[in-house]
Nanobody
């Protein structure tokens, strides 16, 4: 059974940093794409960053580029999102997701992802 468990969320002041981690278990993720999404109240879930587990290719949304590097630790089966220079508009629930049927590309569509974590709240105060 695939499980994705996020951790690392919290309350931080604008300009601060948080590191989100996603512990993955239940399958071999070698060919999978792992993504981070977020959802703010009243808004749709949106893509933040993604990484190909095996090839290390990465893709970022414009708001995350240069601020939120994504990485993975194969030995620990974790994917991390280092969030720097946080802004109040980054406030949302952040979700880790796995796309196990990918064709090698990193999709930004939530519907392409097969497994999801429970989410972790990130709140950035001004």
């Amino acid at each position: 059974q695939v499980q994705l468990v996020e951790s690392g969320g919290g309350l931080v002041q604008a300009g601060g940093s948080l590191r989100l981690s996603c512990a993955a278990s239940g399958r071999t993720f070698t060919r999978d794409v792992m993504g981070w999404f977020r959802q703010a109240p009243g808004k749709e879930r949106e893509f933040v960053a993604g990484i190909r587990w095996g090839g290390l290719a990465r893709y970022y949304t414009d708001s995350a580029k240069g601020r939120f590097p994504i990485s993975r630790d194969a030995a620990k089966n974790t994917v991390s999102l280092q969030m720097n220079s946080l802004k109040p508009e980054d406030t949302a629930v952040y979700y880790c997701a796995a796309d196990v049927h990918n064709s090698g590309r990193i999709s930004i569509q939530p519907t392409d992802y097969d497994y999801w974590g429970q989410g972790t709240q990130v709140t950035v105060s001004s």
